[in-house]
Nanobody, 119 residues
Framework: QVQLAESGGGSVQAGGILNLSCVVQHSPHNSYCMAWFRQAPGAEREKVADINNVGTTTYADSVAGRFTVSRNNALKTAYLQMKNLKPEDTAMYYC?????????????WGQGTQVTVSS
């Protein structure tokens, strides 16, 4: 069973930087899409970025130019670097994975890590 283990997150002031990591465990191969989602209290879950197995990335408009998603297939790890953070970026962040392409529902989820940005 594929499992995702997240790390990173925490509290930072507006304009700061945080980095998240997500290790994929027990995957039989590297042909999967990785994505980062976030959910703030009372809000719907939002996909902020994804990256496919060849490194093609997409971003939500709300984070484009500030967040960077990357992956290291040898380490089976995906990363989310978040720069120029804003209070509205405060949310629980989740990594997710699905085999093959990025279109479609994600089958595997991390436990979530809290990101809090103060003004």
């Amino acid at each position: 069973q594929v499992q995702l283990a997240e790390s990173g997150g925490g509290s930072v002031q507006a304009g700061g930087i945080l980095n998240l990591s997500c290790v994929v465990q027990h995957s039989p191969h590297n042909s999967y899409c990785m994505a980062w989602f976030r959910q703030a209290p009372g809000a719907e879950r939002e996909k902020v970025a994804d990256i496919n197995n060849v490194g093609t990335t997409t971003y939500a408009d709300s984070v484009a130019g500030r967040f960077t998603v990357s992956r290291n297939n040898a380490l089976k790890t995906a990363y989310l670097q978040m720069k120029n953070l804003k209070p509205e970026d405060t949310a629980m962040y989740y990594c997710a994975a699905r085999f093959w392409h990025c279109n479609g529902p994600f089958n595997y989820w991390g436990q979530g890590t809290q990101v809090t940005v103060s003004s």
